[in-house]
């Protein structure tokens, strides 16, 4: 028997309706509604189904969930209002993205994102897939009521032939997690990226326990790395400092502020079969490391530095910008003449052409120049709908700084 992927209600869906002209952009496949964008917010449990209805004509436009408690009242799951919010409906999508993936991946990259969440039409479902075990993250209330995460995991564990099966919570306030299939992935789960190989701690570690957004751009490093002293600030495990490794590095130092996640560097380091005496890992603060270094004149021939997002809130913004210019100051500084410069935001809230301003201005206040080598992203297993520009939360630049 198929097991529900939907927690479906026997209720009818609620009724909502728009307070302003959002139809188009709603049509063009942005998925969020905010409270304030609605005539009313009726009382309801988080994660009941909803069909939304224009602001002029009372026309049924979309089908999605509905939490009265969030700011983020409305999500789209689809824009056929005709289209029931089923298991059939669910399992379409799933093989969907699925199909998308195995556009991409092979046997030498066993570590992806299967559900993007809104840019698979799965409005807050996360599932990452590392070799044989999966993650699975529900983003608030809304989803985690919504969606059924015995049935996907049943599912997801189905499709991929799977062994484990796990559910993270969001904050990492008392449990770690919890099994739905198979064992706790309590030790770390090796798996392959481009032919790399990892060792990620999915429980423990940050996001589902890798960066498999940065996919793209380590690539790219591992491109341009030959021959060059490498500095990776904001290492986390290390992917960054293996990629450089492994095409070529004459020396890599990766710092950051955890020791745990060092340590993990360290051993993904060893398990590519690169010499130990090539890895220097230094647990400290990224920017008393780069102010430091500036003191004692140090340099490095490739600086990477990828922090944690300065600007959670469109609040924060502008602190964020004025933190991010004196990060990338300070990291041009310690990059060699003519020595490459990678530098990255994940903020959802700095948007590409501010990004590139952070950037001139930064190099600009290090008394540098700069000529812009390539610009990044997200890797494509995370699918963003093309109106839906807060999703494409990661900027990366590659620069040569003269
Ligand atoms: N580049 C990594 C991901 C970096 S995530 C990759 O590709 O896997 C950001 C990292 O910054 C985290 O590991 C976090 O521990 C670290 N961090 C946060 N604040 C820091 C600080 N002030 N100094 C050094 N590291 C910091």
Request: aromatic share 8%; glycine share 8%.
């Amino acid at each position: 028997m198929v097991m529900p992927l939907i927690n479906t209600t026997k209720t009818a869906p609620i009724k909502l309706r728009l307070a302003r002209d959002l139809v188009r952009t709603i049509k063009r496949g942005h998925p969020w509604v905010f409270a304030d964008a609605l005539r009313q917010t009726p009382a309801a449990l988080p994660g009941s189904p909803a069909i939304l209805f224009d602001n002029k004509k009372d026309r049924p436009i979309a089908r999605g969930f509905y939490d009265v408690h969030s700011p983020l009242a409305f999500r789209v799951c689809t824009t056929d209002p005709a289209e029931p919010l089923d298991n059939a409906w669910a399992s379409r999508q799933f093989a969907r993205a699925a199909a998308l993936r195995r556009m991409w991946f092979d046997e030498q990259t066993t570590a992806y994102r299967l559900f993007n969440g809104e840019g698979d039409s799965l409005p807050g479902l996360i599932c990452d897939i590392y070799a044989d075990t999966a993650v699975l993250q529900l983003d608030g209330d809304g989803p985690a009521a919504f969606w059924n995460a015995s049935g996907i995991a049943d599912w997801v564990a189905g499709a991929l032939e799977l062994k484990a099966v796990c559910l993270k919570p969001q904050s990492r306030q008392g449990d770690s997690g919890r099994a739905l299939i198979g064992l706790l992935p309590i030790r770390p789960v090796t798996f392959l990226e481009n032919g790399v190989r990892f060792q990620a701690n999915l429980l423990e570690g940050q996001k589902t326990g890798f960066f498999l957004d940065q996919r793209d751009n380590r690539r790219l490093i591992g491109q341009v790395a030959a021959g060059r002293r490498v500095l990776n600030v904001f290492g986390y495990t290390g992917g960054f400092s293996v990629y450089a490794g492994l095409g070529g590095a004459g020396h890599v130092t990766t710092v950051d502020l955890a020791a745990p996640a060092l340590q993990m560097a360290g051993q993904n380091w060893a398990i590519n079969g690169l010499p130990p005496d090539n890895h220097l890992t230094v647990a400290a603060d990224a920017f008393e490391f780069l102010a430091q270094a500036a003191r004692q004149k140090k340099i490095w021939d490739l600086v990477i530095v990828d922090p944690p997002s300065f600007a959670p809130t469109k609040e924060s913004v502008k602190k964020a910008i004025a933190a991010y210019q004196n990060l990338f100051a300070s990291a041009a500084t310690v990059t060699a003449s003519d020595g490459l410069l990678a530098v990255a935001s994940c903020s959802s809230h700095i948007d590409l052409p501010t990004f590139l301003t952070i950037c001139e201005e930064g190099i600009a206040q290090a008394r540098r120049r700069a000529t812009l080598l390539s610009v990044g992203g997200q890797p494509a297993d995370h699918p963003t709908p093309l109106p839906f520009s807060e999703f494409r939360y990661l900027k990366f630049g590659l620069m040569r700084v003269e």
